[in-house]
T-cell receptor
Framework: AQSVSQHNHHVILSEAASLELGCNYS??????LFWYVQYPGQHLQLLLK??????LVKGIKGFEAEFIKSKFSFNLRKPSVQWSDTAEYFC?????????????FGGGTRVLVKP | DSGVTQTPKHLITATGQRVTLRCSPR?????VYWYQQSLDQGLQFLIQ???????AKGNILERFSAQQFPDLHSELNLSSLELGDSALYFC?????????????FGPGTRLTVL
């Protein structure tokens, strides 16, 4: 079975700092990759997704992620964070060969941006 | 607002009881998903329905069951509740239910078992 690891559980940084969140997955086949964000008191929202093609994917709110197949990684980045980026971020995968649309999530990374 | 609605928002009950969580998907979405979010297990997929039929199953306990009705809303039934079932239960929906579909999540139902 596939698994997803997010090594940073908590990240604290100041506004305008750059953010990079790590995500590694364990699965022998090809996968579809996602980053979701959960702002305080809100539902999960899709930030970006990767299915194929250019491994550098741009999402909403200035976020981007890079798929590195050889490292089984899909790290999320933002060059300059704002206080409003305070949230919990989840990486998720779906094996392309799987039936259905069963998202496997990482443990999440809580990001606190200090004003 | 994702367009996915869940009721109730909060539910407090006792061990051994049974509860039903309800989810209405976005207009036009045929697939519904249930996830459980707890402190120790994180976000876990429970089950997926597509147009009334079960499509995929995850770590759903035998005490839990779900269904999707002809009007496409879904219910998750949790019975013989235990303290460890306390969690946030999310419903999501998507257009078709394939691996490239974007899932849109509801606000969740927070279940507290005392």
């Amino acid at each position: 079975a596939q698994s997803v690891s997010q090594h940073n559980h908590h990240v604290i940084l100041s506004e305008a700092a750059s953010l990079e969140l790590g995500c590694n997955y364990s699965y022998g086949g090809t996968v579809n990759l996602f980053w979701y964000v959960q702002y305080p008191g809100q539902h999960l929202q899709l930030l970006l997704k990767y299915f194929s093609g250019d491994p550098l994917v741009k999402g909403i709110k200035g976020f981007e992620a890079e798929f590195i197949k050889s490292k089984f990684s899909f790290n999320l980045r933002k060059p300059s964070v704002q206080w409003s980026d305070t949230a919990e971020y989840f990486c998720a995968v779906i094996p392309k060969a799987a039936a259905g649309n069963k998202l496997t999530f990482g443990g999440g990374t809580r990001v606190l941006v200090k004003p | 607002d994702s367009g996915v609605t869940q009721t109730p928002k909060h539910l407090i009950t006792a061990t051994g009881q049974r509860v039903t969580l309800r989810c209405s998907p976005r207009s036009g979405d045929l697939s519904v998903y249930w996830y459980q979010q707890s402190l120790d297990q994180g976000l876990q997929f429970l089950i997926q329905y597509y147009n009334g039929e079960e499509r995929a199953k995850g770590n759903i306990l035998e005490r839990f069951s779900a269904q999707q009705f002809p009007d496409l809303h879904s219910e998750l039934n949790l019975s013989s509740l235990e303290l460890g079932d306390s969690a946030l239960y999310f419903c999501a929906s998507s257009v078709e239910g394939g691996g490239t579909d974007t899932q849109y999540f509801g606000p969740g139902t927070r279940l507290t078992v005392l």
